[in-house]
C-alpha cells in the first residue's frame, strides 16, 4: 500500500508538475514562436527595404553613368570636329608652305641661272679681252723684234 500511495504521489506529483512545465512551455513556446516569426518577418521587411534601396541605388548610378556617357559622346563628338577643322587648317597652312617653298626654290633656281649666264658672259669677255690683248702683245712684240732687226742691219 505505501508503495501504491508512493507511486499515486509520484504519478499525480510527476503529472502536476508535468502540466505545469508543459503549459509554461507552450505559452513560452508560443510568445518565442511568435516572436521568432516577428523577427522573421521584420528581417524579410527590412531585407526587402534594402534591396529596394540597392536597386534604387543601382538605377540611380545606372542613370548617371548612361547620362556621363551621353554628355561624354557629346563632348567626343565636339573635340573630334574641332581635330577635324584644325587637321583642315594644318593641311591648308602645309600647302600654303609647301606652294612658297616651290615659289622660293624657282625663284632661287633663276637667280642662279642668272648669275651662271652673266658669269658665263663676263668669262667670254674676259676671254676675248685677254685674246684681244695677247694679239695686241704679240703684235707689239713682233714690231719691236722687225724694229730691233733693223737696227742692227747695216
Not at 577635324?84 to 597652312?93: A, G, P, S, T, Y
Request: contains cysteine; glycine residues 4%.
Amino acid at each position: 500500500n505505501m508503495r501504491n500511495c508512493c507511486l499515486v504521489t509520484l504519478i499525480f506529483f510527476f503529472f502536476f508538475f508535468k502540466q505545469k512545465t508543459a503549459y509554461e512551455m507552450l505559452r513560452s513556446l508560443v510568445g518565442s514562436e511568435m516572436c521568432i516569426r516577428d523577427r522573421k518577418k521584420l528581417r524579410e521587411e527590412a531585407e526587402e527595404r534594402q534591396a529596394k534601396d540597392v536597386q534604387d541605388e543601382i538605377n540611380r548610378l545606372s542613370e548617371r553613368i548612361d547620362q556621363e556617357r551621353r554628355t561624354r559622346e557629346g563632348q567626343e563628338d565636339g573635340i573630334i570636329k574641332k581635330l577635324n577643322d584644325e587637321l583642315v587648317k594644318l593641311q591648308d597652312i602645309l600647302q600654303q608652305e609647301q606652294k612658297i617653298r616651290e615659289e622660293s626654290e624657282n625663284s632661287l633656281i633663276r637667280v642662279l641661272e642668272d648669275m651662271c649666264a652673266k658669269m658665263q658672259n663676263e668669262v667670254g669677255m674676259e676671254r676675248r679681252d685677254r685674246e684681244g690683248t695677247e694679239e695686241v702683245f704679240l703684235k707689239l712684240l713682233e714690231e719691236t723684234c722687225d724694229r730691233v732687226q733693223s737696227g742692227l742691219k747695216p
